[in-house]
């Protein structure tokens, strides 16, 4: 007899089957969930400060290798620990863990939905989670322009500059094989360097060996990068090769080899040199031609401070400003934060969204921000017509033959096409479009259409039209109907010409229509108008310099997406970035026209990082026991704000025109940076990791568990303003009343000194400083207090300085920006 199911069975069991299909309908929901990267940092430090290798490094070779066996132990137990939580809290299948993060930080990055990231959050011990976000690149004559030869290379000569210093270049890598790169076969380095300990990966392109002294360490991360999108194999190349070049280029500016020519298409444009050309160059790849992520940057961090980098530059950023916490609490700051704790300068690139006001992409104040501007150097392209005129562009190369005093046909690329109103004929981006017998030994204009408005034109098609048809040259011209376009000096195989300005392009459309004969019909029967190209490609010098480049990022600083203003100045210093030549990777994967090339002139505030990374570990080798707020001071408070002239430093405010502004600290912050007076700063300020949890947890509406949560550390002695941080500047967002500031001041220099204290107000501010003089003893302290007062209400910040005058010819610059908005 077989028993018949009870009721309460039945029930159980149609319960059941509705569970299974719940459940089976909530695995299709999240399985269409979609995936993204994730920061977790949990409770508790990274190896740097629980007893491991970074803060004391002991200069005994066995304690030194006892302690970084301590710290290794450290970092296998923490990793360990991030696979359990992830077991302990997360289903198999549901998550890909990418890195864990051990040395600055206790963290781990993964891959996962939203959902499980709301699981993560609940667990014990977690701190912080924040989403990845994508990372972008922020894309010589320099060191004469700063005055390195006569300075701080003028002692033990450029060929010892920066020795025993190592500067970490989180980036795209390097091509190994330049010459900025190599090591000196009758002055090789030394391998003695007893705090770094890096490693040099192998893959595609970077062979065993390419680590050979000059480079001492190179590293790739791309775990993030693999798990947002599939790479491409013929330029993502999973090594420390450098695809796109950007890499090469920032390492070659910092600490490149000394004296290495200049040599493009077989012209010599001079020799280039780094900052610290005796410097070592530890690589750390985090960026690739397609992709970049922050967990991969984060990555590259935590591991270039565990190597024991001295300088880390930064000319990436992330491509917004954080949504959802505070500029100086996200994940980037955070852990820049605690690079700067464990002792390491990091110089980050302002970003290149000027000239409009808050537009930075580096925050904090442990951060060195870096504006860029132009040199005294300019490069100019010059189309002679046949009527004499002569018209100024753009474009390095060289002339066509008789330098200018043989003419050639000039032909609109339209009046060339072989079908009427072709775009491509028009913009010469296909041999086919046009009439060979025409373009033939002519000068060819290619016009700025809508090709080019839309993006899918290039350069690089023009040259490789008109040089396949056997032009003499060509013109790429802009168009009345689409405006002045902005262009920079690249270099042409072929003689050419860019026009960016609309009112010279009007000039010459006016030749061409007097000397070309037309039919009724609009058809050319005669070619009259003739033209020359120039030679472009040497260099005059003189002109005002610095200007703060208009693609300079601009401040006030922000707390926040909200644009809420900080009391921190930014950017911190001005460096060159415009028009800068450096190393190029020749596979050039982020722009096909400098393919083949060894090196580039690029513009960009990525130019302008590597050269106060550079400059940084000049001070580094000079001073090894400075810390890194130490090294700021002496750059911020010894930076020039007058140009080559004299005259104040201005600032441009479109790239189309000639529109320039006297400069304020908010596009050069302390001014130009200058390198020979930063070795003797006279004073300096310095400020440590808890002085900036002071200063975080006194922001101004900002909850101090949220300040806990970030950095771990509780908000126990929170300062009275965020003025009060101890940096060499002082910046008010909204002044009521008075308010008192301190800054604490160190004689670094090894003589007694007595400074007079002397003040430029900002407009509406009366301002006090007490003492007005003082006399301070070898690397003794003094306190400056300083009273501000509003006395006028302005609807915008003003600007002025303190200025310390000591009695050895040190000058010490306090920059101040204030915004008075209340009287009481």
Known sequence: MINKPTPTFRAASSFFLLLLVHLSFLKVVISKEERENYIVLLEGEGAAFNGGSQIAFPANA???????????????????????????????????????????VNAFALHTTPSQVEKINKAKGVRLIEKDRCMKLMTTYTPQFLGLPTGPWSKGGKSRAGEGVVIGIVDTGIYPFHRSFTNHPFDPYCSDLPRFTGTCDTGPFFPIGSCNGKIVSARFFSAGALAVMPLNASRDYLSPFDASGHGSHVAAVAAGNSDVPVIVDGFNYGSASGMAPRARIAVYK??????????????????????????????????????????????????LLLAQRAGVF?????????????????????????????????????????NGLQLQGVGLSGPTLGNGFLKYRLVFAKDAAKVNNSTLADECQEPKALQEGLVRGSI????????????????????????????????????????????????????????????????????????????????????GAQASIVEGRRAKYGDEAPVVSSFSSRGPDIIDAHLSLADVLKPDILAPGHQVWSAWSPTSAIGSILTGYNFALLSGTSMACPHVAGIAALLKHSYPS???????????????????????????????????????????????????????????????????????????????????????RACNNSKRFPSDLNIPSITISALV???????????????????????????????????????????????LKMELKATKLLDAFSFGEILLTGSLDHIVRIPLSVFPVSLT
């Open 286 to 335: 985090a960026i690739y031609p397609d992709v970049g992520t922050l967990v991969d940057v984060v990555a590259a961090i935590d591991q270039a401070v565990s190597d024991g980098v001295d300088v880390m530059t930064l000319s990436i950023g992330p491509d917004e400003t954080p949504q959802d916490t505070l500029t100086f609490l996200s994940v980037l700051d955070i852990i």
């Open 737 to 783: 009343g008075n308010i008192t500031v301190q800054r604490t001041f160190k004689n670094v220099e090894n003589r007694t000194e007595t400074y007079l204290c002397s003040v430029l107000p900002p407009e509406g501010v009366e301002i006090r400083v007490f003492p007005t003089s003082f006399t301070i003893d070898t690397q003794l302290t003094q306190d």
């Open 62 to 104: 066995a304690l030194r290798e006892t302690a970084r066996n301590h710290s290794a132990v450290i970092r296998t137990e923490m990793v360990k620990s991030h696979d359990q939580f992830l077991m302990n809290n997360l289903e198999s299948g549901s998550y890909k863990k990418l890195y864990s993060f051990h040395h600055l």
């Open 626 to 712: 400075w810390s890194p707020s130490m090294i700021a001071s002496a750059m911020i408070t010894t930076a020039s704000k007058n140009d080559n002239k004299g005259k104040p430093i201005m600032a441009a405010q479109s790239p189309f025109a000639n529109e320039y502004q006297p400069a304020t600290p908010f596009d050069f912050g302390g001014g130009l940076i200058n390198a020979a007076a930063a070795l003797h700063p006279g004073l300096v300020v310095n400020s440590g990791f808890e002085d900036y949890i002071s200063f975080l947890c006194s922001l101004p509406n900002v909850n101090q568990e949220t300040v806990r949560t970030a950095t771990g």
């Open 444 to 527: 060819v204009v290619c016009n700025f259409s809508s090709g080019f408005y839309r993006r899918t034109s290039t350069l690089d098609a023009i040259l490789a039209t008109t040089k396949s048809l056997g032009a003499m040259g060509f013109v790429f011209a802009a168009n009345p109907t689409y405006g002045d376009f902005v262009a920079e000096p690249i270099t042409f195989s072929i003689p050419g010409i860019m026009i960016p300005s609309v009112s010279s392009v009007e000039a010459l459309m006016q030749y061409y229509a007097e000397k070309t004969v037309r039919n009724e019909k609009g058809v050319v029967l005669n070619y």
């Open 346 to 386: 990091v110089v980050q690139a302002a970003g290149n969204k000027g000239p409009s006001p808050s537009t930075l992409v580096s925050f904090s104040p442990w951060i060195m921000t870096v504006a860029a501007s132009s040199t005294d150097r300019t490069y100019s392209a010059t189309l002679v017509l046949g």
